[in-house]
C-alpha cells in the first residue's frame, strides 16, 4: 500500500537533548512537509521540500533541521534549543508543491 | 497573503440532523480549497477538495461544501450525522502555499 509512515508514534526526550522523528512515503511524491499541532491552535508549517536536496523554512523554522537527501525521506531533528517541544508533529507530502496533501499519522513527542 | 478562519472552534449536533461547519477564506489569488478530518491522535485524511471546477463539491462519508466567491466562503455540510463523523475538521486554502484552519470540533450526540 502506498502512503507516508512516521516512526515512532510515540517519543518521550529529556531537556537538552536532540531527537529525530522518522518520515518515509512511498508515493513518489516531490514536496513533503512538517508540521506541529498544539491544541487550538491548527497545524504551522516548520519546514516543507519541493525536491531532493533542497528545502525551505516554514513559519515556525526555529529550533528545528530537516534533510532530504532522498525523494522517500524527509526526517525532522528537534533540538535542544527549542524551548517548547511538546506537541504532535505531522509529517505530510505532495505530488507537486502545496497540492492535495497526504499525512502520516503523526508523532507525539513529549519533553520530560 | 492569505488566510483560512473556522469560525466555529466546537459544534454539537445530534446523530441524524444536519451538520454546517462554518469556513472563510482571503486569497489573492484563484486558491484551492480542501476539507480534512482529523481523528484522535491519528494524521489528517482529505474528505474533499475544490480546484476551479464544479462550485458544490461533493466527498467521501456523505460530506460535501460549496464554494461561493462572492462570500468567500467554502462550509462543509452533512444532510444526517452519524456519531463515527465526531472528530476535528480543518478548512485549508492553497495557493502560494498552504494555510489551516484553527479547526472545528464536531461532537455527535446519540
Known amino acids: 500500500d502506498g502512503g507516508i509512515t512516521q516512526s515512532p508514534k510515540y517519543l518521550f526526550r529529556k531537556e537538552g537533548q536532540n531527537v529525530t522523528l522518522s518520515c518515509e512515503q512511498n508515493?513518489?511524491?516531490?514536496?513533503m512537509y512538517w508540521y506541529r499541532q498544539d491544541p487550538g491552535q491548527g497545524l504551522r508549517l516548520i519546514y516543507y521540500s519541493q525536491i531532493v536536496n533542497d528545502f525551505q523554512k516554514g513559519d515556525i523554522a526555529e529550533g528545528y533541521s530537516v534533510s532530504r537527501e532522498k525523494k522517500e525521506s524527509f526526517p525532522l531533528t528537534v533540538t535542544s534549543a527549542q524551548k517548547n517541544p511538546t506537541a504532535f508533529y505531522l509529517c505530510a507530502s505532495s505530488i507537486v508543491f502545496f497540492a492535495e496533501a497526504f499525512f502520516g499519522q503523526g508523532t507525539r513527542l513529549t519533553v520530560v | 497573503a492569505q488566510s483560512v478562519t473556522q469560525l466555529d472552534s466546537h459544534v454539537s449536533v445530534s446523530e441524524g440532523t444536519p451538520v454546517l461547519l462554518r469556513c472563510n477564506y482571503s486569497s489573492s489569488y484563484s486558491p484551492s480549497l480542501f476539507w480534512y478530518v482529523q481523528h484522535p491522535n491519528k494524521g489528517l485524511q482529505l474528505l474533499l477538495k475544490?480546484?476551479?471546477?464544479?462550485?458544490l463539491v461533493k466527498g467521501i462519508n456523505g460530506f460535501e461544501a460549496e464554494f461561493k466567491k462572492s462570500e468567500t466562503s467554502f462550509h462543509l455540510t452533512k444532510p444526517s450525522a452519524h456519531m463515527s463523523d465526531a472528530a476535528e475538521y480543518f478548512c485549508?486554502?492553497?495557493?502560494?502555499?498552504?494555510?489551516f484552519g484553527a479547526g472545528t470540533r464536531l461532537t455527535v450526540k446519540p
Open positions: 508515493l513518489n511524491h516531490d514536496a
Open positions: 485549508v486554502v492553497s495557493d502560494r502555499d498552504m494555510r
Open positions: 475544490y480546484t476551479s471546477a464544479a462550485t
